[in-house]
C-alpha cells in the first residue's frame, strides 16, 4: 500500500513539472512573439504598407499556421516558424494601426485597446491559473462561436463587395469576437494546466490569436465609440 501511494505521488509531482514547464515555456515563447510582433508591425508602419499587403501576408501566416506547423510543432524548426507566424501578422496590423493614428484621437484609441488587451487577458489567465478550473466543457459552445463569427465575417465581406456598409453589424460582430476570444482564453489556459495541451508551441499559438484577435475586435470597437470611426 505504501509503495503505491509513494507511487501515485511520484506521478503527480511529475505531472505537475510538466505542467509547470509547459506554462514557463508557453508564457516565455508567447512574450517573445508578443515583442516580435510589436516590431513587425512598427516596421510596416513605418514602411506606410497598405491593405493589400496586409492580406498577402495574413494569407501567408495562415498558409504557415495549417501547412507548416502542424509538421514542425515537435522541433525546434517550429519555434521558427512561429516566430514567421507571428511577425507576419504583426506586419499585417500596421496599415490598420495608421488607420487609428490618423484620427484625431487616434493615439487614445490604440492605447486604450492595448490596455484592455492586457487587463482581459492577464485577468482571465490569472483566473485560471489560480483556480485551475477545467473549461474544457466551454469546447462545443466556442467551435459553434467561431463558426458562426466566420460565417457572419464573410458575409460582412461579401455584402462590402456589392457595396452595402452595414456598420451596426461589423461593431457587433466585433464584440461578438471580444466575448468569444475571452471564452477561448479561459479555455485555453485550462488546457495547459489539465494536461489538455502538452506542446508548448501550439500553446503559444493559440494563446497568441486569442490576443490578436481581441486587441484587433476592441480596437474597431474603441475607434467606433470615439465617433471617429
Known sequence: MQEL??????????????????????????????????????????????YGAAMIMNIAAIALIWFVL???????????????FTGLLGASLGPTINHYLAMSNGGQIVMQALGGTAITFLGLSGYVLTTRKDFSFMRGFLVTGLIVVIVAALALMVAGMFGVNIAG????????????????????????????????????????LDIYNLFVSLLHITGAMSGDD
Do not use: W
Not at 511529475?14 to 509547470?20: D, L, N, W
Not at 502542424?70 to 514567421?84: D, E, L, M
Open 169 to 208: 453589424m461589423h461593431l457587433a460582430l466585433s464584440g461578438a469576437i471580444v466575448l468569444l476570444m475571452s471564452g477561448f482564453i479561459l479555455y485555453d489556459t485550462s488546457r495547459i494546466i489539465n494536461g489538455g495541451e502538452t506542446n508548448y508551441v501550439m500553446a503559444t499559438v493559440a494563446l497568441y
Open 70 to 84: 502542424p509538421r514542425t510543432a515537435n522541433s525546434a524548426k517550429g519555434i521558427y516558424v512561429v516566430f514567421a
Open 5 to 50: 501511494y509513494s507511487n501515485a505521488s511520484s506521478a503527480t509531482v511529475g505531472q505537475q513539472y510538466a505542467v509547470s514547464k509547459i506554462l514557463r515555456n508557453t508564457y516565455t515563447l508567447l512574450s517573445m512573439t508578443l515583442a516580435f510582433s510589436a516590431i513587425t508591425c512598427a516596421a510596416s508602419m513605418a514602411l506606410n504598407l497598405g
